[in-house]
């Protein structure tokens, strides 16, 4: 309990300073970098700056770009724009919430749009911490080795994914939910782990595929529980038994799938009601908004234009009509000559993606041929279970992940894989994790507290600005291997290389209007 408490710690602190770091990084290259001029929706003010404005504008707008721009303005103006609609309320909502209630005493000196940057910085900020804690206790559940959970949860706080996470995206929020979640369904904390997940749907649209989790999990222990019967030949009610354990996974399974499907539904209906019924008037939305609308050719709500093509379909979903239409997100689409370069920023987390599976296949085939729902080895009590990324548990993670990848492969914009993956999935950091422990010297071979054992002097001269940066963080096996870096292995330097490069490119471009992942 001491050690966990002591990696708890060390995560918080990485996880602390990784973010106050990149909130300083992004203010310093937002100004360094000339803004480029991008096509992407840019909504004129609702209000005149007031006193506060430039300065926040300066040290957080790199914070408000690309898909931020449509979260802030639904927090400010609510869902005006069909396209709005691609983009889930969850985090809106915690924004406004934010802006208007805690922030609230600024008012005076700062707008509502500034408010919500300075509520995005805040919120993301304390979300991606709760989610660095959360995803170190999901792996000491799964993976039941704490230091392969700890590096994996500092290798988090370096994901290639950060200025996702800390912009006004809804990953952390996601992040935080999925993992948080998932924490509490390997705790057996099943009504609470619904409710959370559920809420991470509201956050983004594929948090629907969390709903395999609710599936998998309760058949996996009814199918344990039915095992155990089975042994006892004299039990006379062993009918009525097994009745009640199919009766109970059958109820788990359709309750869960039902609440985490529950916020997409509900906001579906909602995008149906504005659109396919009708009643309000262009009058209801600002003339500025109507201009850009007209400029752009954005669709608002409005009884006397003609009804969407979506709302006529059998299944009248606005998410995906959003997708395929303004996106063109559909199978195959994106695989052109031109998107080459697209690819290859997707080339690496997508060569981790398929490593993970692989390398889960080739530990035990047996055991994922029968779907992880049965074990040969169960009878032989003296043989110890396996442990770190070879874990039983972790098969259901490596499926997931592997849904995850494949989906945004061959289905979506290849290059949001990064943070596609890096928001929804722990199986990155953890076969990144497994990567670095089985392959690098300069880490602990025992699973004793996490920590990098060479304890010779060593020149600090290697990689310096890394050495200031990390000395004074102990038990952290990230920051001893950066201060070490001329002596680690190739494997780890293309692993912490292209975790690093992503961390830091990602805020020097996407805080500029300039593509990125």
Same mark, same amino acid.
């Given at each position: 309990?001491?050690?966990?408490?002591?990696?708890?710690?060390?995560? !918080?602190?990485?996880? %602390?300073?990784?973010?106050?770091?990149?909130? +300083? /990084?992004? $203010? #310093? &290259?937002? @100004?360094?970098? =000339?803004?480029?001029?991008?096509?992407?929706?840019?909504?004129?003010?609702?209000?005149?700056?007031?006193?506060?404005?430039?300065?926040?504008?300066?040290?957080?707008?790199?914070?408000?770009?690309?898909?931020?721009?449509?979260?802030?303005?639904?927090?400010?103006?609510?869902?005006?724009?069909?396209?709005?609609?691609?983009?889930?309320?969850?985090?809106?909502?915690?924004?406004?919430?934010?802006?208007?209630?805690?922030?609230?005493?600024?008012?005076?000196?700062?707008?509502?749009?500034?408010?919500?940057?300075?509520?995005?910085?805040?919120?993301?900020?304390?979300?991606?911490?709760?989610?660095?804690?959360?995803?170190?206790? !999901?792996?000491?559940? %799964?993976?039941?080795?704490?230091?392969?959970? +700890? /590096?994996? $949860? #500092? &290798?988090? @706080?370096?994901? =290639?994914?950060?200025?996702?996470?800390?912009?006004?995206?809804?990953?952390?929020?996601?992040?935080?939910?999925?993992?948080?979640?998932?924490?509490?369904?390997?705790?057996?904390?099943?009504?609470?782990?619904?409710?959370?997940?559920?809420?991470?749907?509201?956050?983004?649209?594929?948090?629907?595929?969390?709903?395999?989790?609710?599936?998998?999990?309760?058949?996996?222990?009814?199918?344990?529980?039915?095992?155990?019967?089975?042994?006892?030949?004299?039990?006379?009610?062993?009918?009525?038994?097994?009745?009640?354990?199919?009766?109970?996974?059958?109820?788990?399974?359709?309750?869960?799938?039902?609440?985490?499907?529950?916020?997409?539904?509900?906001?579906?209906?909602?995008?149906?009601?504005?659109?396919?019924?009708?009643?309000?008037?262009?009058?209801?939305?600002?003339?500025?908004?109507?201009?850009?609308?007209?400029?752009?050719?954005?669709?608002?709500?409005?009884?006397?234009?003609?009804?969407?093509?979506?709302?006529?379909?059998?299944?009248?979903?606005?998410?995906?009509?959003?997708?395929?239409?303004?996106?063109?997100?559909?199978?195959?689409?994106?695989?052109?000559?031109?998107?080459?370069?697209?690819?290859?920023?997707?080339?690496?987390?997508?060569?981790?993606?398929?490593?993970?599976?692989?390398?889960?296949?080739?530990?035990?085939?047996?055991?994922?041929?029968?779907?992880?729902?049965?074990?040969?080895?169960?009878?032989?009590?003296?043989?110890?279970?396996?442990?770190?990324?070879?874990?039983?548990?972790?098969?259901?993670?490596?499926?997931?992940?592997?849904?995850?990848?494949?989906?945004?492969?061959?289905?979506?914009?290849?290059?949001?894989?990064?943070?596609?993956?890096?928001?929804?999935?722990?199986?990155?950091?953890?076969?990144?994790?497994?990567?670095?422990?089985?392959?690098?010297?300069?880490?602990?071979?025992?699973?004793?507290?996490?920590?990098?054992?060479?304890?010779?002097?060593?020149?600090?001269?290697?990689?310096?600005?890394?050495?200031?940066?990390?000395?004074?963080?102990?038990?952290?096996?990230?920051?001893?291997?950066?201060?070490?870096?001329?002596?680690?292995?190739?494997?780890?330097?293309?692993?912490?290389?292209?975790?690093?490069?992503?961390?830091?490119?990602?805020?020097?471009?996407?805080?500029?209007?300039?593509?990125?992942?």
């Amino acid at each position: 309990m001491q050690h966990m408490t002591m990696d708890v710690r060390s995560v !918080l602190r990485f996880a %602390v300073i990784t973010r106050l770091l990149s909130l +300083l /990084l992004q $203010a #310093l &290259l937002n @100004c360094a970098i =000339p803004d480029h001029e991008a096509d992407a929706f840019s909504p004129p003010p609702a209000e005149n700056p007031l006193l506060l404005n430039p300065i926040t504008e300066v040290l957080l707008g790199g914070l408000g770009r690309w898909d931020a721009q449509h979260f802030l303005f639904i927090a400010e103006r609510g869902y005006v724009f069909e396209h709005n609609f691609a983009f889930f309320p969850l985090l809106p909502v915690v924004l406004r919430s934010v802006a208007a209630g805690l922030l609230w005493p600024l008012s005076p000196w700062l707008t509502l749009h500034g408010r919500l940057l300075l509520a995005v910085a805040l919120v993301n900020s304390a979300l991606f911490v709760l989610s660095a804690v959360a995803l170190y206790g !999901l792996g000491c559940l %799964v993976l039941q080795d704490r230091r392969l959970s +700890l /590096l994996s $949860a #500092l &290798l988090y @706080c370096l994901t =290639p994914a950060n200025v996702f996470l800390m912009a006004g995206y809804s990953e952390s929020l996601f992040a935080a939910l999925t993992f948080g979640g998932l924490w509490l369904l390997e705790r057996g904390a099943t009504a609470k782990a619904c409710l959370v997940l559920g809420l991470a749907t509201g956050a983004r649209a594929n948090g629907l595929v969390n709903a395999g989790y609710l599936l998998y999990l309760p058949l996996q222990r009814a199918v344990c529980q039915a095992r155990k019967l089975s042994r006892d030949p004299g039990d006379k009610w062993c009918c009525l038994h097994y009745a009640w354990i199919a009766i109970r996974f059958m109820a788990t399974a359709a309750v869960g799938v039902s609440v985490i499907s529950l916020p997409f539904g509900v906001f579906q209906y909602y995008g149906y009601k504005t659109f396919c019924e009708q009643s309000s008037t262009q009058g209801s939305i600002s003339p500025s908004l109507l201009t850009l609308a007209q400029q752009k050719g954005y669709r608002v709500p409005d009884a006397a234009s003609p009804m969407p093509p979506w709302c006529l379909k059998p299944l009248p979903l606005l998410y995906s009509y959003i997708q395929d239409a303004y996106w063109d997100v559909g199978f195959l689409r994106y695989f052109q000559l031109k998107q080459i370069p697209n690819f290859l920023l997707a080339l690496p987390v997508t060569t981790l993606g398929l490593l993970a599976p692989y390398v889960y296949f080739r530990s035990d085939p047996e055991y994922c041929l029968w779907l992880g729902l049965f074990n040969r080895h169960a009878k032989e009590k003296e043989e110890k279970p396996p442990s770190g990324f070879y874990s039983r548990k972790v098969f259901v993670y490596v499926v997931h992940a592997t849904v995850l990848l494949l989906s945004g492969l061959f289905c979506m914009h290849v290059q949001v894989l990064t943070r596609f993956l890096g928001s929804s999935s722990p199986v990155i950091y953890w076969i990144s994790a497994h990567l670095l422990v089985s392959q690098e010297p300069l880490l602990v071979e025992d699973h004793t507290p996490a920590c990098v054992i060479e304890k010779k002097e060593r020149k600090p001269n290697h990689i310096s600005l890394f050495g200031m940066a990390w000395t004074r963080l102990d038990h952290n096996p990230i920051t001893e291997l950066l201060n070490q870096w001329g002596e680690c292995s190739f494997r780890t330097h293309c692993i912490l290389g292209y975790f690093l490069s992503y961390w830091v490119v990602g805020l020097a471009l996407h805080c500029n209007f300039l593509p990125w992942t």
